[in-house]
């Protein structure tokens, strides 16, 4: 809701409120979005059907990785469209091994399971975590150790181990065999792992909870753990990987390989949803014809785009980019710590911004950011996360990072 004394309210036209008035009426009500009406978008730019400039530091929650209409994303894109997009997976394309190959070389594996969504993504690996635990293991009443403040997404397994009441209440009965224990405690993960446990699944940061770096002897610890217990690591990298946190993963800021990546978001280039479980043959040749599928997932139009995302990724441009900015963002928002901001989190262009409350709510000051042209996205009651496209420039940043500094001064 709009508090009176908003500048959108006073200068939002009739195709504004159109549109809004549309949605409420027609759109599911499951998210509460900024009075903000995207027509068009480039780079690190979104306008709006009033045509007005908006400086986009969300990215899609990190699926706009590369920018809007990133042009070797397109021009992949437009080309795939001219020949063919979906065969589903009854017939081979020529697209998807290329891809598939691509994308496992990328990640150090053998194999690839395509799909769409990030929560399509953790439920695959959910099941072939188990699928392994019975046929490899030998587990019959397995259970799968998980973080405390996750976020996997919003299905009904994945609420069934979320903290997040609003994501949970009211959708039970919840999936059992899952067990949860705080985040960044490797000793209580290891007390809490035991001989039916077939898998460690967490967030190498933790994204939704606020940017939540983990000690840095954490995740060395979990490897440690799952190599001596027998069990599986999952890392769910589909906010932190693929260049954001500065590093292809961000595993590797702790010189991790987990068993299993999930990848989504950024891997389909802003354009296309796409997203893999990707593993050794030991683990993901567990599955076999009729236990897993997906009619689009790995559709030739997606996996031609994932082709074109890896071999960007794999030229190293990006992860640098996110590295040197990120470096620069985090030192101009560090800059407002008792200025109206209590603490700045995070990696590379990945930043988890805790406001003094006194200034209004994470989603009130997010209002009065989109009023300067910044678009973020509160999380938590009163952080904001900023999370720009990878081009962003320092002098975007700094124009970010200063109306910033407007709102927290009033």
């Given amino acids: 809701m709009l508090h009176a004394g908003s500048a959108f309210v006073t200068t939002m036209t009739s195709r504004t409120q ?9 759109v599911a009500h499951n998210y509460s979005p900024l009075p903000v009406v995207a027509a068009s978008a480039e780079g690190v730019w979104i ?65 690839v399971l395509p799909m769409n969504s990030g929560a399509e993504a953790v439920e695959s690996g959910i099941k072939v975590a188990r699928k392994w635990g019975t046929d490899v293991k030998g587990v019959r009443d397995s259970n799968i150790v998980v ?8 299905t009904t397994t994945i609420i069934s181990f979320s903290d997040d009441e609003t994501a949970r209440r009211g ?25 039916n446990t077939v898998a460690v699944l967490l967030e190498p940061i933790q994204g939704e909870a606020g940017i939540i770096v983990p000690p840095d002897g954490y995740l060395p610890r979990v490897r440690a753990l799952c190599t001596e217990r027998n069990v599986l690591m999952i890392a769910d990298e589909i906010q932190s990987g693929l260049a954001r946190t500065g590093r292809t993963f961000a595993c590797d800021h702790w010189g991790v390989v987990p068993d299993i990546y999930l990848l989504g978001k950024a891997l389909g280039g802003g354009v296309m949803p796409l997203s893999a479980v990707v593993a050794d043959r030991h683990i993901l040749g567990v599955l076999h014809p009729g236990e897993h599928g997906s009619t689009f997932g790995g559709n030739p139009l997606a996996a031609a785009i994932g082709s074109t995302v ?17 470096e620069h963002l985090h030192r101009r928002l560090g800059n407002l710590i008792g200025h109206g901001v209590l603490a700045v989190r995070g990696e590379g262009l990945w930043a988890g911004v805790d406001i003094d409350p006194v200034h209004g709510t994470g989603k009130e000051v997010s209002l ?33 990072v200063h109306r910033f500094a407007e709102v927290l001064r009033g």
């Fill in 368 to 400: 009065r950011l989109a009023e300067r042209g910044v678009l973020v996205k509160d999380t938590h009651g009163s952080t904001l996360r900023f999370a720009p496209p990878l081009v962003i420039t320092a002098d975007e940043i700094d124009w970010a």
């Fill in 18 to 26: 159109e549109t809004i008035e549309l949605d409420a009426r027609h």
């Fill in 310 to 326: 890896v071999a960007m990724l794999a030229r190293g441009e990006f992860q640098e980019r996110s590295t040197e900015l990120g």
């Fill in 47 to 111: 306008t709006d059907v009033e045509g007005r400039r908006y400086l986009d530091c969300l990215a899609a929650y990190s699926a706009v990785n590369f920018g809007h209409r990133n042009p070797e994303v397109t021009a992949t894109a437009h080309a795939q469209l001219d020949a063919v997009t979906l065969v589903s997976r009854a017939f081979h394309s020529d697209r998807l091994a290329p891809f598939c190959a691509a994308l496992a070389e990328l990640c150090g594996k053998d194999m």
């Fill in 171 to 195: 959708f039970g009965p919840y999936t059992p065999g899952f067990r949860s224990v705080p985040f960044g405690d490797a000793d209580a993960l290891a007390r809490t792992i035991d001989e």
């Fill in 147 to 154: 973080a405390q403040n996750n976020f996997h997404g919003r």
